[in-house]
């Protein structure tokens, strides 16, 4: 894979995003994923049972990922196997569409709090219902800090390592794990298989990210604070990758984030990540935005670096 495609694909997601009106791998990986799911809580009896078949479920799925994308680039050459190429770089990353729809958010909130409620329940598996404006723009600038690892970082940095299949791969069990890998009554064992995959797929690219956030920290003159806050908080979070984004942009900002929160249903304790001396605000949520441009550009240049020996 030349230089050449990977910055194509990158110019092409700040460009247009993910329009609603194109069709994603995504959205197709979705539907895959909510068919197995149906079909595993039909036949599974028992816990053991869907354990057993959130197991099964991840290895046809990566299989899929991986086994499709290959044929596709096997049997082509010339403009189509270049097409392609470049469109599979594109779709797996997602920075403009984290961006557009943060300021969706920020936008609704700006309207009234049930618009922002309801705006925020689009990228949020939380229960959104209840929560006040500084909740609202917490729980955004969490998903913008974690998916800065998640839907940019890391796709990046499997794409280095595999090609456009891997961005396809991590993709598929990236989507698993937020389709099915909660801890709930009904997801417990059907995506425990899926999340433990996705934590180990993302624990050397969310420590990237934090590296980088914390660069990019030297733009808001918050450099020793983020390194200290990332030190401090990196592993105050449920999920042993996710923290360590988080613990960065709380640093950059000066915020507190984290808590507990309603998922479907039930409330989960969560730890806090975060000095907190100052107020969220919903400008904090374009100082995100910055931030993930700024990290993906050091994840780019520092791929072009490597690039060169």
Same mark, same amino acid.
């Given at each position: 894979?030349?230089?050449?495609?990977?910055?194509? &694909?990158?110019?092409?997601?700040?460009?247009?995003?993910?329009p609603?009106?194109?069709?994603?791998?995504?959205?197709?990986?979705?539907k895959?994923?909510?068919f197995? #799911?149906?079909?595993a809580?039909?036949?599974g009896?028992?816990?053991?049972?869907?354990?057993?078949?959130?197991?099964?479920?991840?290895?046809?799925?990566?299989f899929?990922?991986?086994?499709?994308?290959?044929?596709?680039?096997s049997?082509?050459s010339?403009?189509?196997?270049?097409v392609?190429?470049?469109?599979s770089?594109?779709?797996? $990353?997602?920075?403009?569409?984290?961006?557009?729809?943060a300021?969706?958010?920020?936008? +609704?909130?700006?309207?009234?709090?049930?618009q922002?409620?309801?705006?925020?329940?689009?990228?949020? &598996?939380?229960?959104?219902?209840?929560?006040?404006?500084?909740?609202?723009?917490?729980?955004?600038? #969490?998903t913008?800090?974690?998916? *800065?690892?998640d839907?940019?970082?890391?796709?990046?940095?499997?794409?280095?390592?595999?090609?456009?299949?891997?961005?396809?791969?991590?993709?598929?069990v990236?989507?698993?794990?937020?389709m099915?890998?909660?801890?709930?009554?009904?997801?417990?064992?059907?995506g425990?298989? +899926?999340?433990?995959?996705?934590?180990?797929?993302?624990y050397?690219?969310?420590?990237?990210? @934090?590296?980088?956030?914390?660069?990019?920290s030297?733009?808001?003159?918050?450099?020793?604070?983020?390194?200290k806050?990332?030190?401090?908080?990196?592993?105050?979070?449920?999920?042993?990758?996710?923290?360590?984004?988080e613990?960065?942009?709380a640093?950059?900002?000066? $915020?507190?984030?984290?808590?507990?929160?309603?998922?479907?249903?039930?409330?989960?304790e969560?730890? *806090?990540i975060?000095?907190?001396?100052? #107020?969220?605000s919903?400008?904090?949520?374009?100082? *995100?935005?910055y931030?993930?441009?700024? *990290?993906?550009? @050091?994840?780019?240049?520092?791929?072009?670096?490597?690039?060169l020996?």
């Open positions: 894979m030349a230089i050449n495609d990977l910055l194509l &694909g990158i110019l092409l997601d700040w460009i247009f995003g993910d609603y009106f194109m069709p994603h791998p995504v959205i197709l990986m979705g895959v994923i909510s197995e #799911e149906k079909v809580f039909k036949y009896k028992n816990s053991r049972d869907l354990y057993i078949y959130g197991g099964i479920l991840v290895f046809i799925n990566i899929l990922a991986v086994a499709i994308p290959w044929l596709i680039l049997r082509t010339g403009l189509v196997y270049k392609f190429l470049v469109y770089i594109y779709q797996a $990353i997602s920075a403009r569409m984290l961006h557009y729809e300021m969706k958010v920020k936008e +609704a909130c700006a309207r009234s709090l049930d922002g409620r309801k705006r925020l329940s689009y990228i949020v &598996g939380r229960d959104t219902r209840k929560l006040s404006l500084k909740e609202i723009y917490q729980a955004t600038i #969490e913008v800090a974690e998916n *800065t690892s839907g940019v970082i890391a796709p990046l940095f499997f794409i280095c390592l595999l090609g456009p299949i891997g961005g396809y791969l991590y993709k598929m990236n989507t698993m794990d937020s099915i890998g909660y801890h709930t009554d009904r997801y417990e064992y059907l425990k298989v +899926a999340a433990e995959v996705d934590d180990v797929l993302n050397i690219p969310a420590r990237i990210t @934090a590296g980088f956030m914390a660069l990019v030297i733009f808001f003159g918050r450099f020793k604070e983020t390194i806050t990332i030190q401090k908080y990196k592993h105050a979070h449920l999920s042993p990758n996710a923290g360590y984004p613990a960065a942009i640093g950059i900002l000066d $915020i507190r984030l984290g808590g507990g929160h309603w998922y479907f249903g039930k409330f989960i969560k730890p *806090t975060g000095e907190g001396r100052k #107020e969220i919903p400008e904090d949520i374009s100082k *995100t935005i931030v993930l441009y700024g *990290t993906e550009i @050091a994840m780019v240049a520092f791929i072009l670096l490597i690039s020996f």
